[in-house]
C-alpha cells in the first residue's frame, strides 16, 4: 500500500531526475578533497548563503553539534532557545561531543524577551562560565522568525563578542515564506547549518557554512567525529538538484499546507495553532478524548502521522498532492464525526 505519509518532509523519496545524477555522478576520495562534485556543492551552498565556505555532514544533528564544537572551548556556555532542537532533540549531544553548558530561554514561539537575553550573557568568573555562542532557528517549527527580530539578536550577541549559529534546517522553507533570498536570512549568523533531506528531498545531508578558518578547522573536527567520507559525489548530485531545483518549488508545499488547514478547520473543535502556520506544517489541536486513537485509525487507513504528543502536526511535501491531502483529511473527518 503506499500511504499518504504526513509525519514529515524527511520522508520524501529521491526524483527520477535525483537517482540519474547519483549514478552517473564522477566521484573522488573527499578526505583528499578529491571529489569534485563535493567541493561544488559546498561551495554553491555556501555562496547561496553568502558565507565564505560550507563542509557537508550527513545529518542536520550533525551539522548542529559540529557547529557547537567548532565554535566553543569545553566548560563554555551556548544560550539557545529551550525548545532548540539543538537541545529538546539531538539525543543530548552537545555536553558529550564538545563538553559545553546550555542555557535554554524561555520564548514566546522562538521569540526572546531582548532584555532577559542580555541580562543571561555572562563573562568568565570565579563562579561563572563564559556565554561563547547564540544559537537561532529559522523557521521553528513552523514559525518563521522574523528578520528584524533576528537582526536585533545578532546585533546583541555581537555587542558582547558572541558568535552566532543558525540552525537553518528549513531556512529555504522561512525564505520561500518571507519572500527573500537566503543570504538575507544568513546575514545574521556567523555559521548556518542548511538541510538538504528535508522539504528538498535529496536522500542525504546538511551543509554547515560560515567563515573559512571556521570551516576549515570543522572539517577537521568532522573527520575525528567519523564524518570523513570517501566518493561522497553520488551524494552530492542529488543534493546539487535539491539546491538548485527543489527549492524553488518549496511555495506549492507552503499552498498545500493553507488548503489542508482550510479543510482541517472545517472539522468542529479543532484548534490550528496559527502561530505555526508559515511554512509547510499545521500544528493543531481537537477538544476530543478521541484524538489519542486517531494515529491508529489513520494508520489502519493508509495515512501515516506522528502520535499525539500535546498537539498533532501535519506535514506537506513533494510526495503528496491535493487529492491526498483531500482524502487524509477527510478520513480525520469520518473519525471525529
Ligand atoms: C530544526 C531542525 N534542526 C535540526 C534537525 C536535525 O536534522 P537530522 O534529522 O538530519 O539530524 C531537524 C530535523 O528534523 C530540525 O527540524
Redo the contacts with the bound molecule.
Sequence with gaps: MKYIDLR?D?VTKPTQKMRDAMYQAPVGDDVFSDDDLMNELEDLVAKKLGKEAGVFV???????QLALYTHCNQGQEVILDQD???VQ??SGASPVISSVQLFTLESDKGIWNLEKLERVIKKRSISTTETKLVCM?N???GRVIPLDYMSKVHAIAKKHNLAVHL????IFNAATALNVEVSEIAKYADTV?V?L??ALGAPVG?VLVGPKPFIDEARLKRKQMGGGMRQIGILAAPAKIAVEEMSKRLYVDHENAAYMEGLLKEIPNITVDETQRDINMVFFDINDDRKYHLHDFLYKNGVKILPYEGAFRFVTHFDIDRNEIKKAIELVKKFFS
Design positions: 514529515s524527511t550527513p545529518s542536520g544533528t550533525f551539522s548542529n532548540a532542537h539543538i532533540h539531538e532557528e523557521a521553528f517549527g540552525d537553518g534546517a528549513r547549518s538541510c533531506s528535508k546538511t
